[in-house]
């Protein structure tokens, strides 16, 4: 199922480029320092003469940091892992280049990670997954509202929001467009059973305020969702002022025209932050976890009382999935999600075992290669 196409209104947007945002003096504690970090990033930073910040935007090879001095440009050394937008690392000074110039001294570990599968080419599929967020608090799995949603789409979204370790929570934009807002509600309540669902519109203004005053006064949210569903309106929305690029409205479509192009984590003038992303065309899972009993809470509560400890559900006897389909307690529609999941997450699994066994044989050629060499000489 496509998303629906839908008449896009005009909202006024002022002509400034994607912001690099200027802030005078940046107030570190509003976009999550605290709590563990200080102390975290003092234990990392093994010469101490380092200053702490966090990434707020990761390009290759470079990553634009917020200090509480500003924003710093950093660079690392190719051994390093490179860090991704979220991070709180530590910055050391760069004897080669001016104050806004810097190099990473380390990277925090993160207390989330937003991933994805990599999935360039085959021959690198054996790479770690991608990760596209660190340290968010809530990941907004951000639709259009629709009276016929992408249910697939949503149950993925809430999956990969579990999988992160952070919290869910279903923004349901455009809602000044639809007609029947109550199906629309209702229909993505059920593809997101146990998370909340909010509607939002930055024209009218609905729901605006009451996200901004739950991320503030430190908290971060990631927006995650397809291209035009409107999250740099929502993000700017928020900060209140025009600092992110949105899609024109005469390019809209309906099939996304991809305006955000990196991933930026934007501080909120009340506090907290927000992560803007360009639009993902698939939401790609990776091999999937607690996600999923987190994501189908009534499938797994079922789950418990199978006869069977390892019940695939596919027909085994004593299965309390399949009696509770049977007696209509169990919608199909969310057995058929469930079911698409777990595929999607067992060939993850597959190929990653299959690259790694390709790695493996490779590493075996290469020191059988060698040792036919040594015996050479
Ligand atoms: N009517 C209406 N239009 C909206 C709303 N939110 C966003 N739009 C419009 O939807 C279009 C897409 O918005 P963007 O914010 O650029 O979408 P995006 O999700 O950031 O898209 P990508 O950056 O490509 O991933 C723009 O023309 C917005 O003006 C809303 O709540 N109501
Ligand atoms: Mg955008
Ligand atoms: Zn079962």
Redesign the pocket.
Known sequence: MSEPVIPERAIPRPAIPPAEHPSSTPDLSTVGYGGPWPALLDSIDADGDGVHGRVVRADRGAATVLTAAGHVRVTWTPATAPPVTGDWVVVHPDPHAGPDHGLLGGVATRTTSMTRPNTHGQRSSNEADQVLAANVDIVGVVVVASEEPNVRRLERGVVMAYESGAQPLVLLTKVDLVERRDIAIAKAEQAAIGVEVTPISPVTGEGVEELRARLAPDRTIVLLGASGVG??TLTNALVGEEV?V?QDVRAVDGKGRH??THRELVALPGGGAVL?TPGLRTLGLGVVEDGMAAAFPEIEELAGSCRFGDCRHDGEPGCAVLAALDDGTLDPDRLEGWRRIRAASENAALRADTAAYRQTARSWGRIYRDAQSLKRR
């Open positions: 999250k740099s992110l949105t305006t955000t803007d």
